[in-house]
């Protein structure tokens, strides 16, 4: 039978994870276009945390030539996993959730569902801030006396929140909507502060003759750290690209859609990333890599709220996509009785808040290095086991109706985990961890590449186990 036409009758003298959230996309909704993937990349590029990465890794001493090919490499890189993801997406119209479910079991799948789900939570609460801060920005610009109150701050935090909870509940057509608005409109804002940088700066050669580093080892110490965060930066929703290449017919549109959106406009963003660093560096003597606080520098009100909706719209094109339904369709899968989906967006709102974003975005070494450079430790081994089980174990044949079964079934595997991907999934992970807490060397440079690192030793280490595994049952 043809997988995307389940037996519902069958399906319903079972114990299943079957829901109006959970089922396939019937072939009339699934109106993506290669353009709405590029269009989704786009939104996610054009960013104010990518042009975040670029300043930072400006304050923490590259070049500008050096952190744009740093983290146009890490963004292309990512892309691969991605692209190999969305097959399952497209392929069988359902999302992530369902991915993992195949590879972890129904019940080993909680794991890393949750920690991706959590992840997403964690980056919906640091970008939200750098939103609402752009909220304040324009408030403060019209009341002048509420400059430096936490309070009205904290209240700009709250409006952003809500934003983006109202978009993201009115699903993916929404969505679609506004990244394919939004798209046009960035790249037009971009250009401006690249003119802005240019004026300051007297032309581009005073902002490309800058460096704080002419030691190339001194680079090549920044550069895997930094490459790996890069990578990270991407990974969350690479993870879970499903959930949105589910809306495309053809595999075509879903790859020539990521790769055409990804890597060009993360060249044109950082690009105006560095500008804006550089340029705040020789206008107000200070590098400001945040650009809600260079925006909030500027005595102009005009150009204060111009480029404050910028970075609102700049953000929300991220944040949404990339950190919000992800976990929302996460919570209201996994527990299916307890949230729907738009229980399950309120619920990260709330996780969201807790993790107290505004302490993460106090200095870029913090932002960059030891959030994104940790998260990668995770993000590598799961992607690993992921693409190993969908390509190699299964070789991207599913059947849809085990897929839905909470017990029994060909993915049930023993008692509802899959043992030999668990134990993959947590050495790897302790393998490039244990670089962080060691002055070894060898040891270091694995948990600097994390991602790459965890990523090859998983895929690899499954692979074997199912290779043995299939021996042994022939």
């Known amino acids: 039978m043809n997988n995307k036409f389940l037996d519902l009758e069958q399906l319903k003298k079972h114990p299943n994870v079957y829901t109006e959230d959970t089922k396939p996309l019937q072939d009339d909704k699934r109106d993506w276009t290669t353009w709405s993937v590029a269009s989704l990349w786009i939104g996610i590029m054009v960013s104010i945390p990518v042009y975040m990465l670029a300043g930072g890794l400006i304050a923490s001493g590259m070049s500008w030539i050096q952190a744009i090919f740093t983290i146009v490499l890490g963004h292309t890189i ?58 304040n920005s324009i408030v403060i610009n019209i009341i ?41 409109l960035l790249i037009a804002l971009s250009l401006s502060v690249l003119i802005w940088a240019y004026r300051v700066a007297g032309g581009f050669g005073r902002i490309f003759s800058y460096s704080e580093l002419n030691n190339s080892n001194n680079f090549l110490q920044i550069f895997f750290p930094a490459l790996t965060a890069m990578i990270a930066f991407d990974s969350t929703i690479a993870i879970n690209i499903s959930d949105y290449t589910k809306n495309v017919r053809k595999q075509s549109q879903q790859a020539i859609g990521q790769f055409l959106g990804a890597p060009i ?23 400001i890599w945040n650009p809600a606080d260079l925006v909030a520098k500027f005595d102009n009100p005009v150009i204060v709220i ?69 998260l990668a430790t995770f993000l590598g081994p799961m992607t690993g086991i992921y693409l190993s089980s969908y390509w190699y174990q299964y070789k991207t044949n599913i059947y849809l109706f085990d897929l839905y079964l909470t017990d029994g079934g060909k993915y049930f595997y023993y008692n509802g985990w899959n043992i030999y991907a668990m134990i993959i999934l947590f050495v790897s992970t302790i393998i490039v961890l244990i670089g962080k807490f060691t002055d070894l060397q060898a040891l270091k440079f694995l948990y600097e590449s994390s991602y790459v690192f965890g990523l090859l030793i998983s895929f690899i280490l499954y692979a074997i186990t199912i290779k043995i595994n299939n021996s042994k049952r022939s």
């Open 265 to 287: 406009m993360t060249a044109f963003i950082v690009f105006v990333g560095v500008c804006g660093t550089i340029g705040a560096q020789i206008k107000f003597g200070e590098m």
């Open 306 to 374: 111009i480029f404050s909706i910028f970075i609102i719209i700049a953000t929300m094109t991220t944040n949404i996509p990339a950190n919000l339904i992800p976990p929302g369709i996460i919570f209201s899968n996994i527990w299916t009785k307890l949230f729907t989906y738009k229980k399950a967006i309120l619920l990260v709102l709330g996780i969201s808040i807790i993790v107290m974003p505004w302490k993460v975005l106090e200095n870029p070494n913090n932002y960059i290095f030891e959030v994104n450079g940790t």
């Open 144 to 184: 002048p006396t509420l400059k430096g109150n936490f309070t009205i701050q904290f209240i700009s935090y709250l409006i952003f929140l809500i934003i983006n909870i109202y978009i993201a509940l009115n699903g993916a057509k929404a969505l679609k909507i506004f990244e394919q608005f939004s798209a046009p």
């Open 78 to 135: 990512v892309m691969i996993p991605a692209v190999l993801l969305g097959h399952f997406g497209t392929k069988y119209a359902v999302g992530f959730p369902l991915l993992s479910k195949l590879v972890f079991g129904p019940k080993g799948n909680l794991f890393p569902t949750l920690i991706r789900a959590l992840l997403g939570c964690f980056w919906f609460g640091v970008q939200s801030w750098i939103g609402g801060t752009a909220i």
